[in-house]
């Protein structure tokens, strides 16, 4: 069976959210910013797998995701600014890698 593009864009969507996902649970926080988290890459492979952005798939998965991210970053960033380090590192890690894979396994050609 062949998987279509939006699929693969929310199967990694979910193996993202589950790998950001993981260190919030070490830390300790709440189960709606884990939630958050998780739901916000799933979409962000959604939106990946159906959006015709002429850039390489890395850079195409770094910038959705900080589009999507941005509202939410205003409002950690008015109250934590210093939380801000991990989420940008963890933005670009798992938006190159969403961007990439859904890329690489979202063609059409596959």
Partial sequence: ???N???????FG???????????MIQKLTWDANFSAFTMWIIIGFILSVTKFKVKGILKGIIISFLILLPSAILIGWKEPISLI?????T??????????TEKFGNDKN
């Fill in 92 to 101: 670009i890690i798992l938006g190159s890698f969403l961007g990439y894979f």
């Fill in 1 to 3: 069976m062949k998987l």
């Fill in 86 to 90: 991990p989420i940008t590192a963890m």
């Fill in 5 to 11: 593009k939006v699929w693969y864009g929310i199967g």
């Fill in 14 to 24: 979910v193996i993202a959210g589950i790998l950001d996902v993981i260190p919030m």
